[in-house]
């Protein structure tokens, strides 16, 4: 009866582990679409999303704007979230970067719960150069 009831465990370890690895996988392939979308929009409007209105600038067509593309920058009608069903946070400069908190959903962490940058999906930790060349210039 142990055996079984270690058995068991040891399945369900490696499919939380799993679930999570899909969830980091997931949210780096969201980033990606996200970052490609604020690229789109640059190109076509002259300027990034506003940080105080964020990313739904990609699906919700601005009053002022003349050049935002017909149907807006994503597939969905609404923003997409991470893996962990938490809201990605945008911050506009040079560069500008989409970022998910990670599993725990709060800035920092390590494992599932470290932060994960749209500038750097290779996995490497950027938060410390990101923070260090991060200004505000308008665009």
């Known amino acids: 009866m142990k055996g079984i009831a270690l058995i068991a465990g ?4 490696s499919f939380m582990g799993s679930t999570e690895k899909a969830k980091v996988v997931t949210t780096k392939a969201t980033l990606a ?14 300027h990034y999303p506003d940080e105080e209105i964020g990313l739904v600038e990609l699906i919700e067509e601005p009053m002022d704007l003349e050049d935002w593309a017909p149907g807006g920058y994503l597939e969905q009608t609404s923003i997409p ?3 962990w069903k938490n809201e990605f946070v945008y911050i506009r400069g040079k560069p ?7 599993a725990d959903g709060q800035e920092g962490g390590e494992g599932h719960d470290r932060d994960i940058y749209s500038t750097n999906l290779d996995g490497s930790d ?7 060349t991060y200004t505000e210039d308008e665009y």
């Open 81 to 83: 979230r991470d893996g």
């Open 33 to 46: 679409t996200l970052h490609g979308a604020v690229n789109m929009f640059k190109l076509d409007t002259g």
């Open 96 to 102: 500008f970067v989409i970022i998910s908190y990670g």
């Open 10 to 13: 040891l399945a369900a370890k």
């Open 126 to 132: 950027d938060s410390e150069t990101y923070s260090e």
